[in-house]
């Protein structure tokens, strides 16, 4: 079984500063990592997700995530963020080779950026 | 492409009353999800298909949830009956390809409240 941790259930910004959202993962089996946003009202989005290959992932609108494995986290930065920006956003795992497709979600950190 | 294609947006109902959601996957998508996002349980997987076959449904709350999929382009979710505890946004997503890396898209979500 597989399940995320995400520690910060808020992070409050200021425009054009940087930011990360922590993501630690707990699983007895190797997984894919995801980072998505949630806009109010809205589905979620795919940003970025690590399957393999260089730590280090880019994704849309300038965010960026590094995966760690002896540490078993995925957090995600921007360095400067935007108030459009303000939004919900969800780490999420699925294991490889089982079969099994679903998502596991962490609980989302909500970034809301100030002018 | 219209994307995942949630219907209705909202809903509002009596408890007792059934409750039928639908969805349209993304066309050639040959995975659909259901997930349910509450605010003491964040996003879980309900129930998944494969080709419209359920997959895995053990996620499904209980006996009073039923998902269907008669075609490659339509998906329900019946509550039977309803119960307050049921009030959640109910997600619908899909994806392409055989393996667990493959970005699920999501639909903008039916808010269910159940009085």
């Known amino acids: 079984a597989q399940s995320v941790t995400q520690l910060d259930s808020q992070v409050p910004v200021f425009e054009e500063a940087p930011v990360e959202l922590r993501c630690n993962y707990s699983s007895s089996v190797s997984v894919y990592l995801f980072w998505y946003v949630q806009y109010p009202n809205q589905g979620l989005q795919l940003l970025l997700k690590y399957l393999s290959g260089s730590t280090l992932v880019k994704g849309i609108n300038g965010f960026e995530a590094e995966f760690n494995k002896s540490q078993t986290s995925f957090h995600l930065r921007k360095p400067s963020v935007h108030i459009s920006d303000t939004a919900e956003y969800f780490c999420?795992?699925?294991?490889?080779?089982?079969?099994?497709?679903?998502?596991?979600f962490g609980s989302g950190t909500r970034l809301q950026v100030q002018p | 492409d219209a994307g995942v294609i949630q219907s209705p947006r909202h809903e509002v109902t009596e408890m007792g009353q059934e409750v039928t959601l639908r969805c349209k996957p993304i066309?050639?998508?040959?995975?659909l999800f259901w997930y349910r996002q509450t605010m003491m349980r964040g996003l879980e997987l309900l129930i998944y298909f494969n080709n419209n076959v359920p997959i895995d449904d053990s996620g499904m709350p209980e006996d009073r949830f039923s998902a269907k999929m008669p075609n490659a382009s339509f998906s329900t979710l019946k509550i039977q009956p309803s119960e307050p505890r049921d009030s959640a946004v109910y997600f619908c997503?899909?994806?392409?390809?055989?393996?667990?890396?493959?970005?699920?898209?999501f639909g903008p979500g039916t808010r269910l409240l159940v009085l």
């Open positions: 997503a899909s994806s392409l390809g055989t393996g667990a890396q493959e970005t699920q898209y």
């Open positions: 999420a795992v699925s294991p490889l080779h089982t079969g099994r497709r679903a998502l596991t």
């Open positions: 066309s050639g998508h040959d995975y």
